[in-house]
């Protein structure tokens, strides 16, 4: 396939002199990239071409009515943010404040999901923040995914309470020392007068408050057996005393007293939980998926349940559960198959994802799943995993990750679903645009099968390539 021929709709790059990362020109066929651009690489591109064209062929795929713009794992890096924004075609920047922007023709005939995981690892979660919300109010359509840390840092912040429920006392230090970037990102920039702790009970008094009491390592396995094997409830006390040491060292190491982190976390449920906080809108409006004709997009992965109560009722009816689950009974919630999604990387540890749940996404018209969660280092990849087609999409975009992967400042992404039947993996860490036309492939396929002789046969699900 020729380069420059593979790409109908190029994204117009506006204000690339403000950006840092370097965004691809030319386009080539998705599945050029080999081990780049395609998991489980089978030994010839012509048998990548059977696999992926017998799955296409199988049934018509329904594409969006309009653009989607499909950005994730943006991890408190609003720098990565504009960038994808950028790389997308959405804006054209004008300067290096993050206000510096107008919207593009393009801005306002598509729609901008972000595929959770807004919280932690990055510079500034409310930077961030404020910088999506500022987009949305300029007329840009938004939504947004949840994402395992940003419905982790909710349950943590809410668990401080002081009711000491042994289901769930234990989630705030759960979090771990990466909560403690968005604990002083809070004190810093909302308690920074000494008459902001007036009212705050003393040091011994926040850590009970904080950390979960000595009867919680008795109660919390008769709590849990119900819901939890032996085997992950032991995982989960150990390391919990692990992440108790680790939490009270790393405020240690930067100076925030337990004082100060408990103040942070009732400001935190001040600006986010209450109805008229700053950032009361994040979480009203959080999804657990999105669906546009054959694609879902999820944060992390599928498993079976959820296919089923996919099956049974509708997306709408899965984002419902998901917000009362996670309000009411987070829980439940958090170790059920709801929560699975946002974390699951196939393991042992996590709910099977079967040619069970795939026939019932397939007989659905959900041909194609659409993820972040496992962060990659050479742009998006095409992944088939038991007949389902993959897009993970997590390009390792906030600097900090790039960072201990080897990696030079933040980054730029952003996966492009169009109207007439095309996908475009951006990324400034892979040459090229990567486009993945199913029409091309089929016809390719055909033509190959045909000088072959061969006659065609259904691929079952639990095929993977």
Same mark, same amino acid.
Request: glycine residues 8%.
């Given at each position: 396939?020729?380069?420059?021929?593979a790409?109908?709709?190029i994204?117009?790059?506006?204000?690339?002199?403000?950006?840092?990362?370097?965004?691809?020109a030319?386009?080539?066929?998705w599945?050029?990239?080999?081990?780049?651009?395609?998991?489980?690489?089978?030994a010839?591109?012509?048998a990548?071409?059977e696999?992926?064209?017998?799955?296409?062929?199988?049934?018509?795929?329904?594409?969006?009515k309009?653009?989607?713009?499909f950005?994730?794992?943006l991890?408190?890096?609003?720098?990565?943010?504009?960038?994808?924004l950028?790389?997308?075609?959405?804006?054209?920047k004008?300067?290096?404040?993050?206000?510096?922007?107008?919207?593009?023709?393009?801005a306002?005939k598509?729609?901008?999901?972000?595929?959770?995981?807004?919280?932690d690892?990055?510079?500034?979660?409310?930077?961030?923040?404020?910088?999506i919300?500022?987009l949305?109010?300029r007329?840009?359509?938004?939504?947004?995914?949840?994402?395992?840390? $940003?419905i982790?840092t909710?349950?943590?912040?809410?668990?401080?309470?002081?009711?000491?429920?042994?289901? *769930?006392?234990?989630f705030?230090?759960?979090?771990?020392?990466?909560a403690?970037?968005?604990?002083?990102?809070?004190?810093?920039?909302?308690?920074?007068?000494?008459?902001?702790?007036r009212?705050i009970?003393?040091?011994?008094?926040?850590?009970q408050?904080?950390?979960?009491?000595k009867?919680?390592?008795?109660?919390?396995?008769?709590?849990?057996?119900?819901?939890?094997?032996?085997?992950?409830?032991?995982?989960?006390?150990?390391r919990?005393?692990e992440?108790?040491?680790?939490?009270?060292?790393?405020c240690? $190491?930067?100076?925030?007293?337990?004082?100060?982190?408990?103040?942070?976390?009732?400001?935190?449920?001040?600006i986010?939980?209450?109805?008229?906080?700053?950032?009361a809108?994040?979480y009203?409006?959080?999804r657990?998926?999105?669906?546009?004709g054959?694609f879902?997009?999820?944060?992390?992965?599928?498993?079976?349940?959820?296919?089923?109560l996919i099956?049974?009722?509708?997306?709408?009816?899965?984002n419902?559960q998901?917000?009362?689950?996670?309000?009411? $009974?987070?829980f439940?919630f958090?170790y059920?198959?709801?929560?699975?999604?946002?974390?699951?990387?196939?393991?042992?540890?996590?709910m099977?994802?079967?040619?069970?749940?795939?026939d019932l996404?397939?007989?659905k018209?959900?041909?194609?799943?659409?993820h972040g969660?496992r962060n990659?280092?050479?742009?998006?990849? *095409?992944?088939?995993?038991?007949?389902?087609i993959?897009f993970?999409?997590d390009?390792?975009?906030?600097?900090?990750?790039r960072?201990?992967?080897?990696?030079?400042?933040?980054?730029?992404?952003?996966?492009?679903?169009?109207?007439e039947?095309?996908?475009?993996?951006?990324?400034?860490?892979?040459?090229?645009i990567?486009?993945?036309?199913?029409q091309?492939?089929?016809?390719k396929?055909?033509?190959?099968?045909?000088?072959?002789?061969?006659?065609?046969?259904?691929?079952?699900?639990n095929?993977?390539?």
């Amino acid at each position: 396939m020729k380069q420059r021929a593979a790409i109908k709709h190029i994204p117009d790059y506006q204000g690339q002199r403000w950006l840092q990362p370097k965004l691809p020109a030319q386009g080539e066929s998705w599945l050029l990239g080999k081990h780049h651009s395609f998991a489980k690489e089978t030994a010839k591109q012509a048998a990548r071409i059977e696999v992926l064209g017998q799955l296409i062929e199988q049934a018509p795929w329904k594409w969006p009515k309009r653009p989607l713009y499909f950005i994730c794992d943006l991890h408190a890096d609003t720098e990565a943010f504009h960038a994808s924004l950028v790389a997308s075609g959405l804006i054209r920047k004008t300067g290096t404040r993050d206000k510096d922007y107008k919207l593009t023709k393009a801005a306002r005939k598509g729609r901008i999901l972000i595929g959770g995981d807004c919280f932690d690892k990055g510079p500034s979660v409310l930077r961030l923040l404020r910088s999506i919300h500022r987009l949305k109010k300029r007329g840009a359509k938004i939504s947004v995914l949840a994402g395992n840390h $940003d419905i982790r840092t909710m349950i943590g912040m809410r668990a401080v309470d002081g009711n000491h429920d042994p289901r *769930i006392e234990h989630f705030f230090v759960r979090m771990g020392p990466k909560a403690i970037p968005l604990l002083k990102e809070i004190a810093e920039e909302y308690l920074k007068d000494s008459y902001r702790l007036r009212g705050i009970p003393k040091t011994r008094e926040c850590r009970q408050r904080l950390f979960p009491s000595k009867k919680w390592f008795d109660e919390f396995p008769m709590r849990a057996e119900w819901m939890m094997p032996e085997a992950g409830i032991n995982k989960e006390m150990h390391r919990l005393k692990e992440k108790v040491q680790q939490f009270t060292q790393g405020c240690e $190491d930067i100076g925030l007293s337990l004082r100060t982190v408990y103040a942070a976390a009732l400001k935190f449920q001040e600006i986010f939980l209450h109805p008229k906080g700053e950032f009361a809108w994040f979480y009203r409006k959080l999804r657990l998926a999105h669906r546009e004709g054959a694609f879902l997009f999820i944060h992390a992965g599928l498993n079976d349940h959820i296919c089923r109560l996919i099956t049974d009722h509708d997306i709408c009816y899965l984002n419902r559960q998901f917000r009362h689950d996670a309000w009411n $009974d987070p829980f439940a919630f958090y170790y059920g198959s709801l929560a699975n999604t946002l974390r699951t990387k196939y393991r042992p540890v996590d709910m099977p994802f079967t040619p069970y749940g795939v026939d019932l996404m397939h007989r659905k018209g959900i041909h194609a799943l659409v993820h972040g969660h496992r962060n990659l280092l050479h742009g998006q990849r *095409i992944m088939l995993r038991k007949g389902m087609i993959n897009f993970e999409c997590d390009t390792s975009l906030d600097r900090n990750t790039r960072s201990k992967e080897g990696l030079t400042g933040h980054g730029a992404s952003v996966t492009i679903f169009r109207p007439e039947g095309q996908v475009l993996g951006i990324s400034n860490d892979y040459p090229n645009i990567k486009v993945f036309e199913p029409q091309a492939l089929v016809k390719k396929r055909r033509k190959a099968r045909k000088a072959a002789g061969k006659h065609h046969k259904p691929i079952r699900g639990n095929r993977t390539a």
